[in-house]
């Protein structure tokens, strides 16, 4: 184990980070993605510093194969741009980089200084940029060259506690950004790792502020607990914890009513079965797991013919996800995969009128009397 030193305001140095070497840390090189280990080899020759950070490092230490890389430098975007042909810069407020490998997209962003809190946009150093981030587990940083682990919040050390520690105070870290509760939330079901006790009582106390999130955010993370194939684990703990009601009222509605809680949790059980078992994140299939039984109810209704049962059911189905507003294209999708046209109302048969059948042509008319009565003298 290596130490990192930086001067002070004195001139003496201070302790900065721990740097674990391979055989301390245990990540296997041959699971880390080459085009993610390439991205950084171009960053570094062109005289950067560069890592690969978050969410990719904690699943390589927990020894899964990570869903996507990130990468952290101090080259600022227009740099990585021009280091990258295939690449383009996103975002107004904080603006990062997308490097485009074949079809895949890397996420390259500049370290984020703290002056201005966890959630301003200047760029600063490396250690101020993992003091900014959430979670000591998401705050380590790979170097795929080297092989080295650098930690500069005792990351590896919670991990192994098997714990979620944040690494922003408690007082301002949920206060600054509610979203973090939910993926306080979410890492805990997705790790197994248990949330210290204060700050538990810290996502209690803020949760009515994730009301307060903006809506596209809101999505995002709807989205990803669909996909997570633990939908049903963060979604009760959501629950207990006051949060599902300010990101997916419908579904916390469902699961407070006797009459639908079962069938919903259910629901929610055979999605990340089907996660599980074919790995189809497309939202349209997910999203139709959860507004199954919503969609059942708006089908009965009365209507005139199947695509008015159609729009009611696409109509309670947005009502639903509300305040969400997810791609129309996929919510159609998802209610069409599980909308059954109602029978068509027959016609009431009306009675067939006989017609009168005209008498051949030559034949005598009729008396007024009736019949053909024979006449006087024959």
């Given amino acids: 184990?290596?130490?990192?030193?930086?001067?002070?305001?004195?001139?003496?140095?201070?302790?900065?980070?721990?740097?674990?070497?391979?055989?301390?840390?245990g990540i296997d090189p041959r699971s880390v993605?080459?085009?993610?280990?390439?991205?950084?080899?171009?960053?570094?020759?062109?005289g950067h510093s560069a890592y690969i950070v978050g969410g990719a490092?904690?699943?390589?230490?927990?020894?899964?194969?990570?869903?996507?890389?990130?990468?952290?430098?101090?080259?600022?975007?227009?740099?990585?741009?021009k280091l990258f042909y295939r690449s383009r810069i996103i975002g107004k407020r904080f603006r990062l980089v997308h490097v485009y490998v074949g079809e895949r997209i890397f996420e390259v962003s500049t370290f984020r200084s703290i002056a201005n809190g966890t959630v301003g946009n200047t760029y600063g150093t490396i250690d101020e940029d993992a003091k900014r981030r959430d979670f000591s587990m998401n705050a380590l940083y790979f170097d795929p060259l080297e092989r080295k682990?650098?930690?500069?919040?005792?990351?590896?050390?919670?991990?192994?506690?098997?714990?979620i520690v944040p690494v922003i105070p408690l007082k301002t870290i949920f206060a600054e950004d509610p979203v973090r509760m939910i993926r306080a939330i979410k890492y805990a079901e997705a790790t197994g790792f248990s949330i210290p006790f204060k700050t538990r009582l810290a996502i209690r106390r803020h949760a009515p502020a994730l009301a307060t999130?903006?809506?596209?955010?809101?999505?995002e993370e709807a989205n990803k607990i669909l996909y997570s194939g633990k939908a049903l684990g963060i979604v009760e703990s959501l629950r207990r914890f006051g949060l599902l009601s300010a990101i997916m009222p419908g579904v916390d509605r469902a699961l407070a009513s006797e009459g639908s809680a079962a069938s919903m949790r259910a629901a929610l059980a055979e999605?990340?079965?089907y996660v599980a078992v074919t790995g189809d994140k497309s939202l349209g299939s997910l999203l139709a797991f959860v507004l199954r039984d919503t969609v059942a109810v708006a089908q009965a209704l009365p209507a005139p013919d199947a695509q008015s049962a159609f729009h009611n059911a696409l109509d309670a189905a947005r009502e639903f996800l509300a305040p969400l507003t997810m791609p129309r294209v996929e919510?159609?999708?998802?209610?069409?995969?599980?909308?059954?046209?109602p029978e068509p109302k027959q016609k009431p048969k009306r009675p067939r009128r006989r017609r009168r059948r005209k008498p051949p042509t030559g034949a005598s008319e009729p008396s007024a009397r009736g019949g053909d009565a024979p006449r006087d003298g024959e």
């Fill in 33 to 46: 993605d080459q085009d993610a280990v390439r991205i950084v080899e171009r960053l570094r020759r062109s």
């Fill in 1 to 25: 184990m290596l130490v990192r030193y930086q001067n002070g305001p004195d001139g003496k140095p201070v302790k900065k980070a721990i740097v674990y070497t391979e055989r301390e840390h």
């Fill in 57 to 81: 490092v904690r699943d390589l230490l927990l020894g899964r194969e990570p869903k996507d890389y990130d990468i952290v430098t101090d080259a600022e975007p227009p740099r990585i741009k």
């Fill in 271 to 273: 999605l990340d079965a």
């Fill in 149 to 163: 682990l650098v930690d500069y919040v005792g990351g590896l050390k919670d991990m192994r506690a098997r714990k």
């Fill in 213 to 219: 999130a903006s809506v596209s955010r809101l999505g």
């Fill in 331 to 341: 919510v159609e999708r998802a209610v069409k995969s599980v909308f059954t046209a």
